[in-house]
Nanobody, 121 residues
């Protein structure tokens, strides 16, 4: 059974950092591309970052460039999102997603249930 499980969310002060993790199971992790998305209250879901199957391609939303970093550890079947210099506008539920094409320009087929991030003093 294909599954994505996010963790690492929580409450952090502005300027702080968090590391989100997404553990995948039930499929061939290495061949998939993974993305992080977020949805703030009252807003549409937006793409945050994506990493290709080989890790050679990584992209970021303009709003997080220079602050967030995506990475993957194929040995641990885990994708990470390192979030630095957090702002209140980063508050959202963060979702991990995957697609079997291995490419970030394809739609995501599988989704986790999300982990909430709140940036507030």
């Amino acid at each position: 059974q294909l599954q994505l499980v996010e963790s690492g969310g929580g409450l952090v002060q502005p300027g702080g950092s968090l590391r989100l993790s997404c553990v995948a199971s039930g499929f061939a992790f290495d061949y998939y591309a993974y993305g992080w998305f977020r949805q703030a209250p009252g807003k549409e879901r937006e793409g945050v970052s994506c990493i290709s199957s080989r890790g050679s391609s990584r992209n970021y939303a303009d709003s997080v460039k220079g602050r967030f970093t995506i990475s993957r550890d194929n040995a641990k079947n885990t994708v990470y999102l390192y979030m630095n210099s957090l702002k209140p506008e980063d508050t959202a539920v963060y979702y991990c997603a995957a697609n079997p094409s291995g490419l970030c320009d394809h739609d995501m087929d599988y989704w986790g249930k999300g982990t909430p991030v709140t940036v507030s003093s």
